[in-house]
C-alpha cells in the first residue's frame, strides 16, 4: 500500500496492495483511518492493482468511506478490476461509492475545493 | 575503584581450586582468600569431579598437568554437565598448541604460570562478569518460560471456550428435515475457524407461512461471529415481526438497528424470506447478498431479483420486496459468498457461474445430496484449507395442489431410468470437468466421482434422506480417489 500526497493538502492517493483479504484488512484498515484520523480527508483508493479482495476487504473501504463522511470528506474508487466490480456490484455497494476510471478525473475531482 | 567494582562483581561467587602441587595450592588459595573470595580446593581432578556437584561453584581455577586425569580432560567432563562453571586453565607455558587443546576442551581463558596476582584478579572479574550475566540470563529465561506456560495455559483455555461457543453456534442452526405442510430444508454448515460470519434459519410463523434467512456478517472469527449471534437475536420470533409478513419492514428495522461500534466497516450482506406454503408464494428481500439459485426439473438458474444496500452502511435505507412464486417441486437455493469466493492456487476463485453450472449439471440430485456434492467440490476446490464460512440452505416446495394447473407436465421425467440418467450426468459433468477444470485430471476425476457417488446415494436410497454414516463413508472413499 502506497500513500502519495496530491495538490490539496487534505487529499490523498493510496494505492491499494494486489490482495485484499482477511489476513490483511486489519493493517490496511488501520493504515487508512491514521491517515483520515490525521487529517487527510479526501482520499482517492486506486484499485487497479487489487486482483483478489473478499467482503472483510470491502469492509475496509467501507470503514473509509463512513470515516471520511464523518469528516465532511469524500471517497472515489479508482480502476477496479473487472473481478473486483463484480464484487462491488454483486453487494450493491456500487450505490454508495463514486467509482472513476480514469486516474486524472479522479484526482481533479478530489482536488477540487 | 576496581576494588568496589571487584567485591559487587564476586561476592557470592564460589571458587574451585584444583592443584595437585601443595605449594602450589596454598599460595593460589591464599591469594584468593585475601581477595575476598570463597574458595574451595581439590588435589586432583577426581576429586574435583566428586566435588562439583555438591556445591555451588561458578568458577574453577585448574592446574594443567596432574597425575591421573588433566586439566583439559577436568574441562570437557565439567563442560558436559547442565550447569558447568566458567574454567580457567593455568599453563606452564604459553604454547599455541595447548591454546587450542584447552580451547577445544572448554576453558574459557588461560593463565600462564608463574603468574602476578594482579593479572589473575582481573581474570577473575572478567569471569566474574559473565558468570552474572549467565545467571541473569537464566534467572530472566526461568521467568519467560514462565509466563509463556501461563500464556499457553490460557491459550488452551480460550481454545477450549471456542470449542464449545462453536457447538453452541452448530446448535442453534436448524438441520436438515420436514418442514410444515410437507416443504422440506436442507441445510450444510462449514466454518472457516472454530466461529462463523455465517448464520441462517427457519422460522414457522403460522400455520401456512414460513420465514427463513441467510445472513453473512464481514469476515469471520468471534466478532463476526458475535454480530451475527445478535442479528439472530434480533430476527429470533419473539422480538420480530415475522408476523407482519414483510420481509422489507423486517430487514429495514434490523438496518437501523445495526452497529459497528469500533468503526471496522463491518457490514451483513442478507437474505430473508417468507414462503406461503399453501400456494407457494414467496416475498423475498436482499440486502448486498448473492441472488438465490432457483432449482427445478430442467435446470438450476441464478434469479435476478432486485437487491439492496448490504446492513450496516445506510441506516436509512429502504429495502424492498422481490415477490415471485416457487411452483411444485421447485426449490430455492440461498449460500453465502464463501461458497464461490474459494480460491483454488492455480484456477482461481470458483466463482458464482461455475457454482451454477455444477448446480444446474446436478440439478437432478436431492436437496441433500446436491448440498454434499457442492460441499465436496468445494473441499477440492480450496485444497481442503477452509478460506471462509460457508453455509447453504435449500428450501423445496412440494407438490402445490393449489397451482397444480400451472406447473408444466414435467412428470414424464420421473419415468427416466436410472441408468441413462446416470451415464448422461456423468458424461456431461466430465464434459464440464474438461472444460472449466482445463488440465487438472485429479480434480475432474474427484469431481465427477463426486457427483456419480451423490447420484448412487439418490438412486439406492430412492428420495430418502441420507444418513450422517453413510455420508461420511462416501465421504471417505471419494477423497481416497482424489489423494
Not at chain 1, 469492509?59 to 470515516?67: D, F, G, T
Not at chain 2, 419415468?415 to 488440465?439: H, P, T, Y
Request: glycine share 4%; charged share 20%.
Amino acid at each position: 500500500m502506497k500513500f502519495s500526497q496530491l495538490a490539496l493538502s487534505n487529499a490523498c492517493l493510496v494505492t491499494l496492495p494486489k490482495e485484499m483479504m482477511i489476513t490483511q484488512t486489519p493493517t490496511l484498515r488501520a493504515a487508512i483511518t491514521h491517515q483520515i484520523e490525521t487529517g487527510c480527508n479526501k482520499l482517492v483508493l486506486d484499485l487497479h492493482q487489487v486482483e483478489y479482495i473478499d467482503s472483510s476487504g470491502l469492509s475496509v473501504l467501507v470503514s473509509a468511506l463512513k470515516l471520511t463522511q464523518k469528516k465532511a470528506g469524500e471517497i472515489i474508487l479508482l480502476s477496479p478490476s473487472a473481478g473486483v466490480r463484480a464484487l462491488i456490484e454483486l453487494t450493491r455497494l456500487h450505490h454508495v461509492f463514486a467509482i472513476y476510471e480514469d486516474k486524472d478525473a479522479a484526482i481533479a475531482h478530489i482536488c477540487e475545493q | 575503584m576496581l576494588e568496589t567494582l571487584f567485591q559487587q562483581q564476586t561476592q557470592n561467587l564460589t571458587i574451585l581450586v584444583v592443584e595437585d602441587t601443595q605449594s602450589e595450592r596454598f599460595f593460589i588459595v591464599g591469594l584468593l582468600t585475601s581477595m575476598g573470595l570463597n574458595v574451595i580446593c581439590c588435589d586432583s581432578a577426581e576429586q574435583a569431579i566428586e566435588q562439583y556437584p555438591k556445591q555451588a561453584i561458578d568458577i574453577v581455577i585448574s592446574d594443567w598437568r596432574m597425575p591421573g586425569l588433566t586439566g583439559p580432560e577436568l574441562c570437557l567432563h565439567l563442560k558436559n554437565l547442565t550447569s558447568p562453571p566458567y574454567i580457567i586453565l593455568l599453563t606452564a607455558n604459553n604454547l599455541a598448541e595447548h591454546i587450542v587443546t584447552g580451547i577445544e576442551s572448554g576453558a574459557d581463558d588461560f593463565i600462564a604460570k608463574p603468574f602476578i596476582p594482579s593479572v589473575l584478579k582481573v581474570r577473575i572479574l572478567a569471569a566474574a562478569r559473565i558468570v552474572n550475566l549467565q545467571s541473569r540470563l537464566s534467572d530472566k529465561n526461568l521467568k519467560l518460560n514462565d509466563a509463556l506456560n501461563k500464556e499457553h495455559a490460557y491459550l488452551e483455555q480460550v481454545k477450549d471456550d471456542l470449542k464449545s461457543a462453536a457447538q453452541l453456534q452448530g446448535s442453534h442452526l436448524p438441520s436438515s428435515g420436514q418442514l410444515v405442510n410437507r416443504w422440506s430444508l436442507a441445510t450444510r454448515f462449514k466454518p472457516a475457524q472454530e466461529l462463523a460470519g455465517d448464520i441462517f434459519q427457519y422460522i414457522n410463523i403460522d400455520q401456512e407461512n414460513i420465514g427463513f434467512y441467510l445472513l453473512d456478517v464481514t469476515g469471520h472469527g468471534i466478532a463476526a461471529s458475535m454480530q451475527s449471534f445478535t442479528l439472530a437475536q434480533q430476527l429470533s420470533c419473539s422480538s420480530c415481526h415475522w408476523e407482519s409478513l414483510d420481509p422489507a419492514l423486517i430487514v429495514n428495522q434490523l438496518n437501523r438497528d445495526f452497529e459497528d461500534p469500533e468503526n471496522t466497516g463491518r457490514f451483513a450482506t442478507l437474505i430473508l424470506g417468507i414462503a406461503n406454503t399453501l400456494t407457494g408464494e414467496v416475498k423475498l428481500t436482499l440486502a448486498g447478498h448473492p441472488q438465490p439459485i432457483l432449482l427445478d426439473k430442467h435446470g438450476a438458474s441464478l434469479m435476478t431479483l432486485d437487491a439492496g444496500l448490504p446492513l450496516g452502511i445506510d441506516s436509512q435505507y429502504r429495502y424492498k420486496n422481490n415477490a415471485f412464486s416457487l411452483k411444485s417441486h421447485q426449490q430455492l437455493m440461498l449460500y453465502s459468498d464463501g461458497l464461490y469466493e474459494c480460491r483454488h492456487p492455480k484456477f482461481g476463485e470458483f466463482s458464482l457461474e461455475r457454482l451454477v453450472n455444477t448446480c444446474d449439471q446436478a440439478h437432478q440430485l436431492t436437496p441433500e445430496a446436491l448440498l454434499h456434492h457442492l460441499c465436496h467440490s468445494m473441499e477440492l476446490w480450496q485444497q481442503k484449507k477452509p478460506q471462509d464460512d460457508i453455509s447453504m440452505m435449500i428450501i423445496s416446495a412440494p407438490e402445490l395442489t393449489i397451482l397444480s394447473s400451472l406447473s408444466s407436465s414435467c412428470d414424464d421425467a420421473d419415468e427416466l431410468s436410472f441408468n441413462s440418467l446416470k451415464n448422461e450426468l456423468v458424461q456431461s459433468d466430465l464434459e464440464a470437468a474438461e472444460v472449466d477444470i482445463l488440465d487438472n485430471h485429479e480434480l475432474s476425476v474427484a469431481l465427477e466421482n463426486s457427483i456419480r457417488v451423490s447420484y448412487e446415494i439418490t438412486a439406492n436410497k430412492e428420495d430418502v434422506d441420507i444418513t450422517p454414516q453413510k455420508t461420511l463413508n462416501i465421504n471417505d472413499a471419494s477423497q481416497g480417489i482424489y489423494e
